[in-house]
């Protein structure tokens, strides 16, 4: 996208409803800067869930061994203090 924007001259950008080369490059790169944070983020949130199930089915198999489980009956993790 960056390389079509520099690549063309003003008229051609003008025809397309582009006036303002710099503008619009630095909104390319904020955009694709965001996308990178996001597909990152995504990444590390499927890394995550994939901890979590892991532990869950370890927790699983250790209370189907006899241990009692860790939840209130609200669903919430007991207290120790």
């Known amino acids: 996208m960056i390389h079509f924007l520099n690549t063309h001259t003003i008229d051609q950008l003008a025809a397309l409803d582009i006036r303002n080369r710099t503008d619009t490059i630095l909104i390319v790169k904020k955009v694709l800067t965001m996308r990178n944070f996001v597909q990152t983020l995504e990444r590390k949130c499927q890394e995550m869930q994939i ?17 009692p489980s860790l939840l209130t009956k609200n669903g919430r993790l007991l207290t120790h203090e």
């Open 51 to 67: 901890e979590i199930n892991a532990f869950r089915q370890k927790f699983a198999v250790l209370q189907s061994k006899g241990l």
